[in-house]
């Protein structure tokens, strides 16, 4: 190899490794300063003033009513949206049928609209303007600034989180399996737990974990339909902004890191699934 070749290849080598750690330099400064410093933020101002402040403001009634209708919340919107997930990637892989791209548009609706509109959607469908509102009250059945209503809001912010991560594995799988599976004489339902699920079940479940992950941070539906009402339609982001709002900060970040320690068991449940998913 010539001199020139080799004096070619050298600064190559050190341009290549010049761009590498740049690049590499770049991505660490950027999640240092959007994630990894907000965290420390969060958990060091929570302790500020000592963990018998802390265990005070995590174990506030309002906190715990917070934390249980946050939890309510998020579970209703996973179940709900785990059935309507299942189906919606169903009928758009397996099926063909007019309007099919119609309903594959709406479903990804939720993520291009604002969730304060959806929030204000939700208030004008339901609210006292709304032709339905005197049939609800006749029924006594309250939707706006209560608990319904941010189940609602919930999940509609979320829903197409789990037939988004199923639909690609579901048309990658293709039905020569099911069909052949049909004619050997199995049903529906036997199909789907023997041959599809197989196929699908960690991709499920990631959709499952970034559903409850959305659900539990959501924030701007459901401020405008709960009307902030204090231990009743209060969700953890809600209560974290009200008492941020009263300048009551330690236990505003306390109540933060709450949130923050489930997002850390969310996120690590994700890697679980993800490397499992890879490996299968």
Known sequence: MSAVTQSGLHRDTK?????????????LLFVFLMLILPLITVITEAFKQGFAVYSKAVSDDYTIKAILLTLEASFFAVAINTVFGLCAAWSLTKFKFKGKKILATLIDLPVTVSPIIAGLIFLLTFGRQSPIFPLLQDADIKIVFAVPGIVLA???VTFPFISRELI?????????????????????????????????????????VLCAARAMGEFGAVSV??????????????????LFNEFQYVPAFAVASILVML??????????????????
């Open 225 to 242: 339909i709960s009307g902030h009402l204090r231990g009743k339609t209060n969700t953890l982001p809600l209560h974290v902004e009200i």
């Open 154 to 156: 919930t999940i509609f």
């Open 15 to 27: 341009g290549s490794k010049l761009v590498r750690y740049s690049l590499i330099g770049i991505s």
């Open 263 to 280: 997002a850390i068991l969310i996120l690590v449940a994700r890697s679980v699934i993800e490397h499992k998913g890879r490996k299968k």
């Open 168 to 208: 690609p594995v579901l048309e990658s799988q293709g039905t020569d399996e099911e069909e052949a599976a049909a004619l050997m004489g199995a049903k529906g339902f036997t199909i789907f737990r023997r041959i599809t699920f197989p196929h699908i079940k960690w991709a499920f479940l990631y959709g499952v």
